[in-house]
Each structure stands twice: as C-alpha cells, then as structure tokens.
C-alpha cells in the first residue's frame, strides 16, 4: 500500500546519491506539506471526493474574472511597483475602514503574491538565528517552515479539545518571555476552525508590549466565521504585522494575490525584501483584486451562508459515525476529527483514499496535539460532503 512517509523515507535514504549532502541543513529539514502531497495523489486517481485542501468550489465573480481579462487586454502584464498598484492599495485601505472601522494608510499596505510569500518576507523582517517564535498547536501545516527559514526556534502552545481549541491565555502569559521575538497568530484557524474574541486578541497584545514581541496576524479566513466576528489585531495595536489575502474569501486561490498591513518603522524593510524575493504581484492580477475588494460586502455573506450549512451537515455526520470530537468550528472551513481508534493518522488517510476515495489530511502535519487526527475541508460542495460522509461510513463499518 502506498505510503507518504515511506516515500520520503526511501528518498531520503538515497538522497546522497542525488548530492543532497550540499543542501543547507534549513532546506533538508523543511518537512512536505502533506495536504499537497495528498492532493497530487488523489489528482492521478478517480471517483475521489477531495476533503484535503483548502480550496472553495466556488468559482471567483464574473466581474473579477473581467477586470483580469479587461486589465490583460489593455497590456497590464509588465512589472508594477514592489509595494502594489495603488488602486489596489487604496481598495484594501477601504475594506479595512468598511470591515473594522480601522484607517490604515495605503503606505502601510504592501500586495504580495499570496500570503505565504508575504509570511516569509515577515518572518525573514523580524527573525535571527535562535530567536523564539511562539505559535499554537495544532497550527497551520506551513508556519514552522517559513520560521525554519530564518534559523528562529519554534515553540509551541498546546490548545484545549476539550474547549474547542480556544487558546488559554495563561499558558500565553507563561510561555511568552523577553526571549519570544515574534509570536504568530491564526483566526479563524486553520485547521480547528476557531475564532479568537475580540477580548482575547487585546490581552494577547498586551501580553506581547509586556515582553517587546512582535505579534504577526495571519488573517487570511477573515469574514468566513458563523458565531463569532472575526478581529482583526490592528484593533487593539498598529505594532503588528497583519498577513491577508484573496484566496480563501474570494475563492482566488491560484491568482496568487495577497497583502501585508506593516507597521509604520517597518515598511522600508518590508518594500526592500519584496523587491528582491518577489518584485512584485502579477499585474493584472491586482485588478480583478480591486473588483474583488469592492464585491466583498455582497459575496463573502453569502459564501458564509454556504459554509455554515456545509459545516453542520459534517458536524452532524462525523458525530454519528464516532469520530466527532464534539467541538463545532466558528470559522475557516475545517473540521478535525478523531481516528484514534481506527489506527495511525497517516495509515487511515491512505486507507481511506485507496479504499473508498475519500481524501484527507494526516493531523501530524498540524502539531503533536491532533497527531491521532485527520484534517476534514468543508469547502467543497454539499453532495460531495455527504458521499464523503457515507464513504467513511463505509470504511469505518468494515473495521
């Protein structure tokens, strides 16, 4: 049976042969990003139901397809500056006004090709060797690896099953020092789904002033939540980073399109390493942003509303097949679920994929504390979502 981890072990085992003993050490211990891996798999089989990724079935408006087409066809496919066209600037600088009653000058808002891209840029911004970095677990599959990149040390803060993964701000309280240069959140959270308060978010920045750390926002799901608004850290402090971006609430994800909102001393350095990493977001790209951006009061309602009902309708079924965890998701599209009794994490999702067709994500990829779990995408469509129900029905009854 096919294996990902015995994959990588056989390519590791005669990795030398191919030279990798000149590879930098950051780059040998870069681990796979499984959910990919899984994707790539299941794209070269058939009758699959894929719950791995993050990716929305919904395709992006006609009007942003039209305003890339329209950008195209009147030769926007030259460079732009590093920092972003400026109209696109000014729409984000609006959304932030429109969502969060926040203004947030469009020199402190700097497009990227997509948050990962703009992820590293932070990260190499704030981050030396041996520095510390505080994150929780579980955490988004990506986050130790951009931070590897910088030689920074990564720990983690273990957050509660039991309280639907709501972080506890003692153990931030204990676990962030004057060592903890950069500390890293995530809501609405991939993979848990949970949304910090808007009370949480001003004591983790408080935390954060006590101890000199930068406190850098992934806010990329923003607007897709269902019983807690989503805040945004720039509420409660301009001295962090916020990381933001099209693809999720836009259903753009292969645009490659996203933002950082810098903190005013920052935005030089940001502007300079964009410049040299990335030069800048596709041109006409930035456009169909701008159509995004001024659609987003009129789409991301109605897209929620197609989450949360996809949301229950999971809940309800993993709960009935025992693997529930008894928690409900307040946000992204993601919902954990319990295969502890069924075997190894990465067993089960291979089983599952080679014997029923159902596509899933190892939860060792997003930290110690769901390592018994695997990663359910609730952005693909209904029916989907309840034939993937019934085929792990199936896998389970046969155990």
């Not at 840029?121 to 579980?138: F, I, K, Q, R, Y």
């Not at 986050?143 to 039991?162: A, E, H």
């Not at 972080?167 to 890293?184: A, Q, R, Y």
């Not at 996809?310 to 709960?319: A, T």
Request: hydrophobic content about 40%; proline content about 4%.
């Amino acid at each position: 049976m096919f294996s990902i981890e015995n994959e990588i072990a056989k390519l590791m085992s005669s990795s030398a042969v191919f030279g990798i003993r000149m590879l930098s050490k950051r780059a040998k211990e870069t681990t796979p990003f499984r959910a990919m891996a899984v994707l790539e798999r299941a794209q070269k089989m058939k009758d699959v139901v894929h719950l791995e990724v993050g990716e929305p079935d919904f395709e992006p408006p006609a009007e942003v397809i039209d305003s890339a087409i329209e950008s195209m066809l009147n030769g926007n496919s030259g460079y732009t500056t590093s920092r972003g066209k400026i109209g696109l600037r000014e729409a984000v600088s609006d959304y932030y006004q429109r969502t969060y009653g926040l203004d947030i000058g469009v020199d402190r808002i700097v497009i990227t090709p997509g948050t990962s891209a703009a992820l590293t840029m932070v990260c190499l911004a704030l981050l030396e060797t041996g520095d510390e970095t505080v994150l929780t677990d579980p955490y988004y599959a990506c986050y130790p690896n951009f931070i590897r990149q910088t030689g920074s040390v990564v720990k983690t803060i273990p957050l509660d099953i039991s309280k639907g993964f709501a972080p506890d701000i003692n153990l931030f309280e204990e676990s962030v020092g004057k060592n903890t240069k950069m500390m890293l959140l995530n809501s609405p959270s991939n993979p848990t789904g949970s949304v910090l308060k808007g009370s949480e978010m001003g004591e983790l920045v408080e935390i954060a002033n006590r101890n000199e750390t930068t406190i850098v926002s992934d806010e990329v799901y923003h607007g897709i939540y269902y019983d807690t608004k989503t805040h945004s850290v720039l509420e409660h402090t301009d001295d962090a980073f916020v990381v933001d971006g099209f693809s999720k609430r836009f259903a753009m994800t292969g645009w490659r399109l996203g933002w950082i909102v810098c903190p005013p001393n920052c935005i030089e350095v940001i502007n300079r390493l964009t410049q040299n990493l990335v030069i800048c977001a596709t041109n006409f790209v930035q456009d169909a942003g701008i159509a995004a951006l001024e659609m987003s009061d009129e789409l991301v309602p109605k897209m929620r509303d197609v989450y949360r009902k996809r949301r229950d309708v999971l809940v309800e079924g993993v709960e009935k097949l025992g693997v529930g965890m008894g928690y409900t998701p307040e946000g992204a599209y993601y919902l954990l679920i319990d295969v502890s009794e069924l075997g190894d994490a990465f067993d089960i999702s291979n089983r599952l994929l080679d014997e029923v067709g159902v596509a899933t994500t190892p939860g060792p990829d997003f930290g110690t504390s769901v390592e018994n779990c695997l990663r359910l995408s609730y952005a693909t469509g209904m029916e989907d979502l309840k034939e993937a129900i019934n085929r792990i029905g199936t896998f389970i009854e046969d155990q």
